[in-house]
């Protein structure tokens, strides 16, 4: 459960296919809808500030993509500008 200095009750309308899902991913997550809403809202605020998330973005990328060249690791560079040197 989530702790805070403080926490101030605010109520919302949602509607009702939202609440039910909502809900039900609160239940599979074990959680309550409110955390849920928390979250949401401490990840829609970080996008207004730039992107500035608190989970690294690079990371979000890890496993994103299947497929590409195998030596993407390594070559990166030939990759991303066309030669083994940024700049070349």
Known sequence: MYTAKSMRRTQIYIDDDLDI????????EGRSAAAL????VRLY???QRGGQATS??????AGAF????R???TDHDRYL???DQPGA
């Open 45 to 47: 605020l970080a996008g």
């Open 56 to 61: 690294d973005p690079f990371l979000e990328l």
């Open 37 to 40: 809403i928390r979250d949401a």
């Open 71 to 73: 030596d993407a690791s």
């Open 21 to 28: 899902r909502l809900r039900a991913t609160a239940a599979a």
């Open 81 to 83: 500008y066309g030669s």
């Open 66 to 69: 299947e497929g590409g060249p």
